[in-house]
């Protein structure tokens, strides 16, 4: 069913109504000149009712992916209707607003907002997939009495987003387009939330992987887009920014793999303006990079545990947000890296051990017994078979990508009354039959908080995502859902298992072992350093 809307700014808006909310979908929050051309915020939309009552179209990636995030949550939802791709109308939003006693909107609420930030390798992903989709938590935000407002932003992804060299930047386009296009969509969200019954001062940026990794950039901005943050399966440090000089080889290979490397730079441009749209994901060859770069804008330097740990401020890697966000909350799963698995190693399987090894020795050459001890501490020998080889290598993978970034920013963060830390643990295993059941995998997290797979999960199961979901309204809503971090007593939440009767406990001193975590890893940073270890591990996913 539909609902007209009247936006004191935006004008009349079509949105549907759904059950206790309405959603107004692919709201276009900027305007592209071109497909790499800078993110220009819109103003208005115009005279005429607005319909937004079906989704907009993503950005640029390869289609079908949503089926492949199926496959790490190792089940499935209904595929809503799409448009297809688009490079210049990609850039849209969807708002979903819990509706009011008398069904209406009351414009005039100042709800709290959170905004969800999809992950994806910065490759893959939009805000259509239906686990993101906000209304069922809205509901259960309604119903519990604190109602909140839900988002979901598109922002460009791979050679839109993240392709950039001398001559582009040269051409005045700049690095990091799906940065800059996250932040231009806060910009519009604070700008306009006001009229849908938010409150532009009370918005919480979400971010999931790759999403996470971007929430936790916002806190390098001097300009405060958030009052809170959180982060679940990936933080800064997940993966480095790649410096402009790796963005200048991506480049080459794709300037090769399009067959422009024999064209003048403006030959160069021109063409990139103006290729058939699927030639962008289907023609960059695999190794060619699209990440973040460090350009000292929205990517100010190279962070590393040392910085993120540390109180005090670092000008390789400034985080003005220490100062201006109120609350950060960072979560991680028990195999998160367990994304991994599909991104890479799996192609390496054979002999994987020996592979692993080699590149762990080279690569802690000059702590050789840091060496040892992790490839003991990982039960990883010569001999070791292919397939227990890859779970453990997963393990480790997660401890030094996934839980020791979550401590480290724990113990950097300011911990005081009006800058507070939340840690939770993931420890539910996925519940439905597949390579990974049992195991707490990358993006299930989500799928429980949102609330959108729970007809398909037992009655535990559904408590333990109730109550994930209850905790997180209320951190949106501004309250504490537990005891914040205190100095650096790391006291976490615990989410599961629930086939051990564990739906929620709070852990007070966030002793590893209580919160379902092994300290091997812990004692490898201190043994040879966080960030050698964390190299042992990206040097071998880089295939060095």
């Excluded at 808006?13 to 979908?25: A, E, H, P």
């Excluded at 849209?92 to 100042?110: C, E, F, Q």
């Excluded at 067959?259 to 023609?283: M, N, T, Y």
Aim: hydrophobic share 40%.
């Amino acid at each position: 069913m539909s609902a007209n809307f009247q936006h004191s700014s935006l004008g009349e808006l079509k949105g549907n109504v759904g059950d206790g909310t309405v959603q107004f979908l692919g709201l276009k929050y900027a305007n592209l000149k071109n497909r790499l051309a800078a993110a220009e915020l819109v103003e208005g939309y115009g005279s005429g009712a607005i319909d937004a009552s079906k989704y907009g179209p993503p950005p640029v990636s390869p289609v079908g992916a949503v089926n492949r995030e199926f496959g790490f949550i190792q089940h499935s939802l209904p595929i809503p209707d799409v448009p297809t791709h688009s490079d210049i109308e990609g850039l849209n939003l969807n708002i979903t607003v819990p509706r009011g006693p008398n069904g209406d909107i009351n414009s005039n609420s100042k709800l709290p907002v959170y905004v969800f930030i999809h992950g994806g390798g910065f490759a893959v992903g939009s805000s259509w997939y239906p686990h993101y989709n906000p209304a069922s938590i809205v509901k259960l935000s309604a119903e519990k009495g604190k109602p909140i407002i839900g988002i979901t932003i598109n922002y460009r992804l791979g050679v839109t987003g993240f392709l950039s060299s001398e001559e582009l930047r040269n051409a005045g386009y700049k690095a990091n387009n799906g940065l800059h296009d996250q932040r231009t969509a806060m910009r519009w969200i604070k700008k306009f939330i006001g009229g849908f019954g938010g409150d532009p001062d009370e918005i919480t940026a979400v971010g999931e992987s790759a999403g996470g990794l971007s929430v936790t950039m916002f806190l390098c901005s001097k300009e405060p887009l958030m009052k809170r943050c959180l982060s679940t399966g990936g933080a800064t440090l997940l993966f480095k920014p790649i410096p402009l000089a790796v963005a200048e080889s991506s480049y080459q290979q794709i300037i090769k793999a399009f067959g422009l490397a024999d064209k003048s730079p403006e030959e160069r441009i021109e063409a990139l303006l103006s290729l058939p749209v699927d030639d962008l994901w289907q023609k960059v060859p695999l190794g060619a990079l699209l990440l973040p770069a460090v350009d000292g804008d929205t990517v100010p330097g190279t962070p590393d545990f040392l910085t993120v740990s540390s109180k005090e401020d670092n000008v390789a890697f400034l985080m003005p947000g220490r100062k201006w966000c109120n609350a950060v909350m960072i979560g991680e799963s028990k195999l998160d890296a367990n994304i991994l698995a599909y991104m890479g190693l799996d192609a390496r399987k054979a002999n994987i051990a020996q592979k692993f090894i080699h590149s762990v020795n080279a690569t802690l050459a000059s702590h050789p017994s840091a060496a040892t001890a992790l490839l003991s501490s990982y039960n990883i020998t010569p001999s070791t078979p292919d397939d227990e080889a890859l779970l453990s290598i997963l393990r480790f993978a997660t401890e030094i990508s996934f839980y020791a970034p979550a401590r480290a920013f724990a113990q950097g963060w300011p911990n005081t009354s009006e800058s507070k830390f939340f840690l939770y643990h993931f420890n539910e295993g996925i519940p439905w039959p597949g390579r990974f059941q049992g195991e707490a995998g990358h993006i299930l997290d989500v799928s429980y908080l949102f609330q959108n797979f729970n007809e398909h999960l037992n009655k535990e199961c559904r408590e333990l995502a109730k109550k994930f979901a209850e905790d997180f309204i209320d951190f949106v809503n501004g309250e504490d859902p537990w005891p914040p971090v205190q100095g650096q007593r790391l006291g976490a939440r615990v989410y599961g298992p629930s086939s051990e009767g564990v739906a929620t406990k709070y852990v007070e001193d966030g002793n590893p072992v209580d919160v379902g975590r092994n300290d091997r890893v812990l004692k490898l940073g201190e043994l040879a350093g966080f960030d050698n270890i964390l190299d042992a591990f990206q040097n071998f996913f880089q295939g060095q």
